[in-house]
């Protein structure tokens, strides 16, 4: 695929499936091991166009996250904004990478994206013990292969 192919209509129809299952109910015991969707589609979409899409929609569709989970306005954006910088600095590498260590990647980003968003919610008084925070980044780093498959054929079939 191309370095900058890429398909506005499965951008926009992934950003709505990413945000409806970040808010999506699931049973409690399920919750915190949902994989980090819009961070996942971050990562994708920064990696596959990093010319097109960068830090500033990563600030808006995390803004958006913040108001879809009624949370405190720009730690969500803050935190995808930093995963997209991140992955910016780092893309020519990661498209080298096997699929394994694509993996390892997407966990420690969305890891930093997770331990970003817990140490801002600790500053504003959010009491959350343990390390189940980090849980997301785990799954997320499993779901991605799947993830970057789907959205390479979707990407791949309409561009």
């Known amino acids: ?30 919750l915190q091991w949902r994989p980090e969707w819009l961070g996942l589609l971050v990562f994708y979409w920064v990696f596959r166009a990093p010319s097109r899409f960068g830090i500033f929609v990563a600030w808006m569709l995390g803004l958006l996250l913040d108001v879809l989970e009624s949370a405190t306005l720009g730690v969500n954006a803050l935190s995808l904004a930093v995963v ?37 919610n600790q500053l504003l008084g959010v ?10 980044a785990v799954t997320s780093a499993f779901v991605w292969p799947f993830v970057c498959s789907f959205l390479d054929f979707f990407n791949r079939k309409l561009s």
């Open 1 to 30: 695929m191309a370095a900058d192919s890429i398909s506005y209509p499965v951008f926009l129809l992934s950003t709505v499936v990413a945000l409806v299952l970040s808010i999506a109910l699931f049973p409690l015991a399920w």
């Open 84 to 120: 997209a910088f991140l992955v910016l600095t780092m893309h020519q590498r990661l498209r080298m990478f096997p699929l394994p260590q694509q993996c390892l990647m997407v966990f420690l980003l969305l890891g930093i994206n997770q331990m970003l968003v817990h140490f801002i």
């Open 127 to 136: 009491n959350v013990e343990g390390f189940g925070y980090l849980l997301p």
